[in-house]
Nanobody, 122 residues
């Protein structure tokens, strides 16, 4: 069983900054890609940022230049630093990880965190 535990959400004023973190724990051999998605009310879940194990990153156009994704492989943790937040960034943010189980290194499972609320409001 693998768990992703997110932290760091909350309320921030427009133009402000917020940092999220997500730690994976449990029976896992290796984590490949890790990333963040978000879902606003009435909208589909969308990609925010992804980082490979080697550190290559991909961002949604809407967050490029404002958000930074990073990870610590030794801690199985991914981070998201969000700057210059605006009301359109308000959503539930979900952590995602592609994990390789120790019992079958040929498999990759997709794990999700429980989500953390980010509210941008004055």
């Amino acid at each position: 069983q693998v768990q992703l535990v997110e932290s760091g959400g909350g309320l921030v004023q427009p133009g402000g900054s917020l940092g999220l973190s997500c730690a994976a724990s449990g029976s896992i051999l290796r984590i490949n890609d890790m990333g963040w998605y978000r879902q606003a009310p009435g909208k589909q879940r969308e990609l925010v940022a992804i980082i490979t194990r080697a550190g290559s990153t991909t961002y949604a156009d809407s967050v490029k230049g404002r958000f930074t994704v990073s990870r610590d492989n030794a801690k199985n943790t991914v981070y998201l630093q969000m700057n210059s937040l605006n009301p359109e960034d308000a959503a539930v943010y979900y952590c995602n990880a592609d994990g390789v189980p120790p019992e079958d290194p040929t498999m990759v499972y997709h794990y999700w965190g429980q989500g953390t609320q980010v509210t941008v409001s004055s």
